[in-house]
């Protein structure tokens, strides 16, 4: 082979690698893709979200969040929805999951009305994206398009979820490499922390912050005197209680708004990670212009949301349908 022959050959390879990537990275999901499988896919899981959502607003949180939880865990595959076996402690067993994530039974009713109404259709994963979506939008956010087809996986480990889960104590770098480690940019990242408009924290997410933060301070000096005098009394010390809860928007936790990015700018971020957000100039600036921009954060959270989604899908023949979330086939 002459050296002209060589080089036409790595071209070629690199080439066809590249476009293999893209086939991978892109895989075919599309909108509407239950169309003619069970056109009524999307509308049911909105029937339940909506019906979760009249009885406890909080599986509206609960279900944007568990959606991530998925996906930053080998990809939107519903593995977060496996349940633990004598053999087997799931995902969400994991420390980030249990006992804080909550929605499942949304999932798992909106299942039930799918197998009965078409068998083995509609996988687990995108029953999660769709039931994100509407959260999103029944909350006073902007509804978007979901791309589906995802397939969901046979895999759930514990360990996976403590070890590709961002902890409330990262600071601005630690988390854009998070989320850069799954194609997200940093701005994603800024975007997508504004879905802690809604829900709510357990005290140990960040009492660090208000009882022994360090050598120099008990106390987190970048948190506001105020915030920290009520979120001490909501969360006493040394409390063990898991039923103590604090909203993380303390003034509209059902709302989909920019209170979130208000609250950062005013020193009343609850997470280490999400007060860090105004210490890098670029992503300041972000948590400026989203705080003045409702519509500007809005769009780009539906689009953050729907790129979030697509990380690390099966599709096509790989993976499969499971009959109940909780179990493998
Ligand atoms: C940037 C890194 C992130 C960190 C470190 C983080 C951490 C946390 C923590 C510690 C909680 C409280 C859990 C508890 O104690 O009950 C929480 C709640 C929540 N997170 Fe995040 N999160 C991050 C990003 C995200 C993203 C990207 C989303 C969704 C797009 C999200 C959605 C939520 C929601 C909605 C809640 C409230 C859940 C509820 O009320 O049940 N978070 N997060
Ligand atoms: C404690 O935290 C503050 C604020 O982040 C910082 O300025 C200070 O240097 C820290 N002290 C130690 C001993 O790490």
Redo the contacts with the bound molecule.
Sequence with gaps: MGSKQVIISVFVTLISTFCLCIVKSEAQLKVGFYQNSCGLAEFIVKQEVLKGFIRDNGVAAGLVRMHFHDCFVRGCDGSVLIDSTPTNTAEKDAPPNNPSLRGFEIIDNAKAKLEAVCGGVVSCADILAFAARDSVQITGGIGYDVPSGRKDGRVSLSSEALTNLPPPTLNVNQLTQAFARKGLTQEEMVTLSGAHTLGRSHCASFSNRLYN?????SQ???LDQFYAGRLKRQCPQGTTNPNLVVPMDPFTPAFTDVGYYTAILANRGLFTSDQTLITSPQTQAQVVQNAQNQFLWATKFSAAMVHMGKIDVLTGNAGEVRANCRVIN
Excluded: I, L, R, V
């Design positions: 933060f360090n050598a120099t301070s987190d000096p970048t």
